[in-house]
């Protein structure tokens, strides 16, 4: 079956290192979407990207994060600039497009942990 | 904007007993709604969606949800409930008007430990 692939499962960074998070979305799928979870708090909307390019970012969507799909497979999420709040899981979302297949897939998340 | 608010942040049941998680939505636009599950140290997975037709759907391991309009709900029910059904439940809604994003809308989820 199909799955949402990240890498790596787990990331440990110092403040003001840049990380990258990366996710294999399911292959025919063209919705793709990053989530956040703070420990103990509900999955957060990051950001949504279809037909190359954002369709959508939240507030905490800001100017130290940005999104790529470089070679048509990977999804990658940058941070250029961690801070102690960015710890979190991140997962990576992809879906295959609206109306009866807007369901979204979830790959198993990339713990974030920045000291 | 849409909103989700589950009612129950810890459901504490015995075994065999019956369950209902409670969801309940605000939004301007149509919405469908979806109930994720998180097992300790996993992802998400899809429990149930509602998009349209019957407003009662159900689950292949015995999980049901009825939408209701009228009372912007979309609660979660098992009549007997396992061990293995121990998870956060998470409620969520997305609009479904159409265009290029479909983001979801979480609750704050709902932790169900269920007790031998």
């Known amino acids: 079956e199909p799955e949402v692939t990240q890498t790596p499962s787990h990331q440990v960074t110092q403040m003001g290192q840049e990380v990258i998070l990366r996710c294999v979305p399911i292959s025919n799928h063209l919705y793709f979407y990053w989530y956040r979870q703070i420990l103990g708090q509900k999955v957060e909307f990051l950001v949504s990207f279809y037909n190359n390019e954002i369709s959508e970012k939240s507030e905490i969507f800001d100017d130290q994060f940005s999104v790529e799909r470089p070679d048509g497979s990977n999804f990658t999420l940058k941070i250029r600039s961690t801070k102690l709040e960015d710890s979190a899981m991140y997962f990576c979302?992809?879906?295959?497009?609206?109306?009866?297949?807007?369901?979204?897939?979830f790959g198993p998340g990339t713990r974030l942990t920045v000291l | 904007a849409q909103s989700v608010t589950q009612l129950d942040s810890q459901v504490p049941v015995f075994e065999e007993a019956p369950v209902e998680l409670r969801c309940n939505y605000s939004?301007?636009?149509?919405?469908?709604l979806f109930w994720y599950v998180q097992y300790p140290n996993q992802g998400l997975q899809l429990l149930l969606k509602?998009?349209?037709?019957?407003?009662l759907v159900e689950s292949i391991n015995g999980f049901e949800a009825e939408f209701n309009k009228s009372q912007t709900s979309f609660h979660v029910r098992k009549p007997s409930v396992h061990i293995s059904d121990t998870a956060e439940y998470f409620c969520a809604v997305s609009k479904n008007s159409g265009g290029s994003n479909y983001k979801l809308t979480f609750g704050k989820g709902t932790l169900l430990t269920v007790n031998p």
């Open positions: 979302a992809s879906s295959e497009g609206g109306g009866g297949t807007i369901e979204q897939f």
């Open positions: 509602y998009l349209s037709g019957s407003t």
């Open positions: 939004s301007s636009v149509s919405v469908y």
